[in-house]
């Protein structure tokens, strides 16, 4: 599978990272080198086997469905780039 | 008295009890070396003023008996780890100015036992890079010199690494997801633990690959890695695959006895264009631990040569994930946006000058590995070939094996911009004989055993079985008195 120029781009908006158009054919051939290594997998028979998901056979742990935090708004909003009135201020969303 | 800063943590408790010297002249001694260390780019965001506090508390809390290993003992922090308003930027941009709110477990649980904070250290870009030369604050150097070159201390904990190595600080906080902590280790003659994953709590650390990220002691000797995993270590209802198990204590583990200890060597870790210098170092190692009492045995682990691929699938998966949440939103950098500008103008942005290179690599990988008709070829590929790589491990320890000797590292540290400009499969390569480790979920370790031709440490890797971090110490610990190694790097910064 190779990526081109128009994926690359796709993929750049997906992950919301601006690429400009002049830096596209760069990245789709760094991102061919990268997935043509990982290629090597297809080597491997994997037939029956389970995806892995999680290195202890252990089930995650359940707690009470109960509030057991909060109550920290001015210290969540501390560190936002603007905030106002209580809130995280984002650019207009709907015109 | 001087030259405290050289102290192992064993022995500064040791005086520390003993009243030959106090927390206080302790971090002095550090934080002075700090001053004199700039050239090496290892301390990002210094904090003596709350070293010196912790320290006169520490010296209270010791004189008044009963205190812990660690008390009053002077650390450096990766600067992944969030601590309570001090700048915790994972060294990328996208996080300039960020003060945590709160701290993390590990960090909680080291000043919970006295531990002296002398500041947060340079590391890759979110952990992503194995030379320091990710980071947004410039690489750190390697203190190990030997030529005109400077070195890279490795990564992505690198600037931990420059800081033990140079007696900046008796030891340091690091993470490993791919190796982060043994291959920096084994380039700066120090030793890096991985624990098991689950042996240390996540919470509070900057998530790079959830399954395979763990926290790890940076030491100068295995003795200090024991003790520092012990306060490091716990059961953390806040990290829901932190495991549910008691913290042994590691240093009672040290007993110095091997004997009938079974060592793997795996075959296939004898990679094509490997060294001559570190093949034969590790049958040095195999000697040695042979000498001890232990016995060596040929294993195989067939599916060792797909782990890179796999991680390369797997770590950019989760990490496009982890990484979502920089968004301009909450904290850390926005981008300044133009007339017209929506929200998704500003994520775009934001993340395009947010994230070095190396990390918009990443992300968009995992994305693509992600996405929608490649998720099974990528993807779930990978975690099935993970699977297997897992029970290569089982089956090995199955068959009675206690740990597994390998090289560290494929070649000792190479030189700061060496790699720049080369295809990124080739930085990857740094990780071929670690990634292993976490992809298993499994302690790890690195021990310096002796030095290259060129004057340069090199580095001998025990992997051990799931929780069995006492008995891998013990093994490290042996290799460690057999090799004798004492070599420092000679002081040029």
Redesign the interface.
């Known amino acids: 599978m190779a990526i081109t120029e128009d994926e690359a781009r796709k993929v750049a908006h997906l992950a919301r990272i601006a690429v400009k158009d002049a830096d596209l054919p760069a990245l789709a051939q760094e991102l061919n080198g990268i997935l043509h290594f990982m290629e090597q997998l297809n080597e491997v028979d994997v037939e029956g086997v389970e995806p892995m998901t999680g290195v202890e056979p252990m089930r995650l742990k359940r707690r009470q469905d109960i509030v057991t935090d909060g109550e920290m708004q001015e210290l969540i909003l501390k560190n936002a780039p603007d905030a106002r009135e209580g809130f995280f201020a984002v650019p207009k969303v709907v015109e | 008295m001087s030259d405290l800063n050289r102290l192992t943590i064993a022995a500064a408790r040791d005086g520390l009890r003993k009243g030959d010297f106090t927390s206080l002249e302790l971090t002095e001694a550090c934080l002075s070396a700090i001053e004199g260390a700039g050239a090496l780019n290892a301390f990002v965001h210094n904090t003596p003023e709350r070293a010196r506090q912790m320290a006169a508390a520490a010296d209270s809390r010791i004189a008044g008996g009963e205190a812990p290993a660690m008390c009053g003992i002077p650390l450096g922090i990766k600067d992944l780890f969030c601590t309570k308003d001090v700048l915790s930027q994972a060294a990328s941009r996208i996080l300039d ?3 945590p ?1 709160y701290e993390s477990t590990v960090t909680q649980n080291l000043w919970d036992a006295g531990a002296v904070m002398l500041g947060k250290l340079s590391m890759d870009e979110f952990a992503m890079g194995s030379s320091n030369e990710s980071a947004c604050y410039g690489p750190a150097v390697n203190p190990w010199k030997v030529d005109d070159r400077q070195l890279t201390p490795g990564g992505s904990s690198g600037g931990s690494a420059a800081a033990v190595a140079a007696d900046l600080c008796l030891a340091a906080t690091g993470t490993d997801t791919g190796g982060s902590i043994r291959q920096p280790a084994a380039f700066t003659g120090t030793v890096g633990l991985k624990p098991t ?2 042996r240390v709590s996540r919470w509070g650390v900057i998530a790079f690959a959830s ?1 395979l990220d763990q926290a790890g002691p940076m030491t100068k000797s295995v003795r200090d890695a024991a003790i520092m995993l012990g306060a490091m270590a716990s059961v953390d ?1 806040r990290d ?2 932190s ?1 549910e198990r008691a913290v042994p204590d590691y240093e009672v583990a040290l007993t110095g006895d091997i004997r009938g200890k079974r060592i793997g060597i795996p075959r296939e870790y004898r990679m094509e264009g490997m060294s001559e210098e570190i093949d034969a170092l590790w049958h040095q190692a195999a000697e040695m631990l042979r000498d001890a009492g232990a016995e060596v045995v040929d294993i195989s682990l067939p ?1 060792t ?2 782990a ?3 991680y ?2 797997i770590a950019p998966a989760e990490a ?1 994930s982890n990484l ?1 949440r920089y ?8 981008a300044k ?1 133009g007339a017209g ?9 934001t ?2 000058e947010g ?1 070095g290179p190396e990390v ?2 990443r ?7 992600l ?1 929608a008709g ?1 998720y099974d ?2 993807y ?9 790589i ?1 029970r290569d491990f089982d089956q090995a320890y199955a068959e009675g094996i206690d740990a597994i000797l390998t090289p560290a590292t494929p070649s000792a540290a190479f030189g700061l911009g060496e790699m720049a400009g080369k ?3 080739e930085m ?1 390569l740094n990780d071929v004989f670690t990634v292993t480790v976490n992809l ?2 499994l302690p790890g370790i690195s021990v310096p055993v002796g030095l290259d031709r060129q004057g340069l440490p090199l580095g001998m890797q025990l992997i051990g079985r ?1 929780w069995d971090e006492g008995n891998l110490l013990n093994l490290a610990q042996a290799l460690e008195s057999a090799a004798g190694f004492t070599a420092k790097p000679s002081r040029w910064w």
Not at chain 2, 342 to 348: N, S
Not at chain 2, 363 to 369: E, K, S
Not at chain 2, 380 to 387: D, E, G, I, P, Y
């Open positions: 100015g960020f003060l709110q994953y689950g399954s209802p829901s695959t495991a599916h040569k797909y890179l691929p796999a390369y699938v496009s979502a968004d301009g939103v909450r904290y850390g950098r926005r946006l500008d929506g929200v998704v103008e500003m994520y775009e942005k993340r395009a994230f918009q690599r992300v968009m990988i995992g994305t693509y590995v996405s490649f070829a990528y779930n590929r990978a975690r099935k070939v993970r699977a297997l897992k295809d990124p499969v990857y298993a979920g799931p």
